[in-house]
């Protein structure tokens, strides 16, 4: 694996090599200096000169190879002679493709279990309003209050809701096996979505190889981080608190409602 | 009474108007965004807007304050319908003048419940 090499390559720190030679150098450089000897003072600090700009030229060095190997990694099939370079494919592209596979499926499920229910819900109701109002003629029959037309009536009504209730509830029954096979979409985009949650750990466990590299070089070449970036970045973090970002996974977390209760008292204190 | 519901999911959509016309409200209107819903309310004498907060093009509480500042729109009862839970995003929907505020996933009753106390203080 590409990760393995970048990880083995920050343990032994490149740094220290050149600051042990660094070192070195100046110990002797102020020797020659006491000793006026100028001429093989001026050699030693540019000798000390190219040792920094090798050091840095390997620094950098290996910071392109492992964006080069992360980019192989994950399959990037990009058009770099576009500016901004077009990417034709790759896992990234193929995990947002998947994931929109899985928003597909999800909103077929809903919708088609949505159509049963409209489908079901009116069969049961009149179903139910029919045995009701038998239910009334019936006791009247129970109490003989009833007329012999009626009773006719009343006779052809119950055959009637009998074959009612049959097919009623044959239709009920398919509409509920139907929502139940409609759930077969769980298994479906949980294995999607296992899927991309394996690529995204994998794209983190490599930035966080090629954030390390990069810090190596920032500390060689003496390149410290401007103040207006720290100023963006709390900005940033400011920002992020009214960014609208879904459910809330964690409900733990900090400045966040468990639910319409805490919704509630948190608008009823502003006084609503 | 004319209402619009606004969410970019469609299956969302139907749930509010289905639960609505269990309130017995059946003239409802959908839009899939801030974009589509303003033109719509602008031009559409709506009595009630549900809208959810995270959406494409134009966001929720992006609608809210467009229909606070607009003459014609801005005593429209609002009720927001989202996941969004953070408790500086509520504040900020009720600063911008927002009359309820449903988090989901909601039950029936906590909806029914919002909305009866909107109409209750509009009045």
Redesign the interface.
């Known amino acids: 694996m590409a990760s393995d090499i970048m990880a083995s390559e920050i343990l032994v720190d490149p740094n220290a090599v050149f600051i042990a030679e660094l070192k070195e150098c100046a110990k002797l450089l102020t020797e020659k200096l006491q000793g006026n000897e100028f001429e093989d003072a001026s050699v030693l600090i540019q000798t000390m000169m190219q040792s920094r700009d090798r050091h840095i030229f390997q620094t950098v060095g290996k910071l392109t190879r492992g964006l080069h190997n992360a980019i192989v990694n994950f399959n990037v099939d990009a058009d770099l002679s576009k500016q901004p370079p077009k990417i034709e494919g790759s896992d990234i592209h193929d995990a947002s493709n998947r994931l929109n596979y899985v928003i597909e499926l999800t909103q077929k499920a809903a919708e088609k279990t949505m159509d049963m229910v409209d489908e079901a819900a009116p069969i049961a109701s009149n179903l139910g309003q029919e045995a009701s109002i038998l239910r009334a003629e019936w006791a009247r029959l129970k109490s003989r209050d009833i007329s012999a037309d009626e009773f006719r009536e009343l006779y052809h009504r119950v055959d009637n809701f009998f074959e009612q209730t049959t097919i009623g509830s044959e239709r009920l029954n398919k509409s509920l096996q139907d929502i139940v096979l409609e759930q077969g979409f769980q298994d479906l985009t949980g294995q999607v979505l296992k899927r991309v949650m394996g690529l995204i750990n994998e794209v983190e466990k490599d930035l966080v190889h090629l954030v390390l590299m990069a810090s190596q070089v920032e500390e060689i070449t003496g390149l410290a981080k401007p103040e207006a970036d720290v100023h963006e970045i709390e900005e940033l973090i400011e920002k992020r608190k009214h960014e609208a970002e879904g459910p809330q996974i964690n409900k733990a977390r900090e400045n966040v409602v468990s639910g319409q209760d805490e919704v509630d008292d948190l608008l009823s204190s502003l006084g609503f | 009474m004319k209402i619009l519901i606004v969410d970019d999911?469609?299956?969302m959509r139907?749930?509010i108007k289905?639960l609505l016309r269990d309130l017995g409200f059946s003239n409802t209107h959908e839009a899939d965004d801030g974009v589509t819903a303003l033109p719509m309310l602008r031009n559409g004498d709506f009595q009630f807007l549900v809208t959810d907060?995270?959406m494409p093009g134009m966001?929720g509480?992006d609608l809210l304050r467009a229909v606070r500042a607009d003459e014609k729109l801005a005593t429209l009862p609002v009720l927001m319908v989202t996941?969004?839970?953070?408790?500086?995003?509520?504040?900020?929907a009720?600063q911008a003048g927002v009359n309820g505020?449903?988090?989901?996933p909601?039950t029936a009753q906590?909806l029914k419940e919002k909305i009866e106390k909107i109409f209750e203080r509009v009045g």
């Not at chain 2, 996941?83 to 900020?92: G, H, L, T």
């Not at chain 2, 505020?101 to 989901?104: E, G, I, L, M």
């Open positions: 999911f469609s299956t139907r749930i289905n907060w995270n966001t509480i996941a969004e839970a953070k408790r500086d995003q509520i504040i900020e009720a505020y449903v988090v989901k909601f906590a």
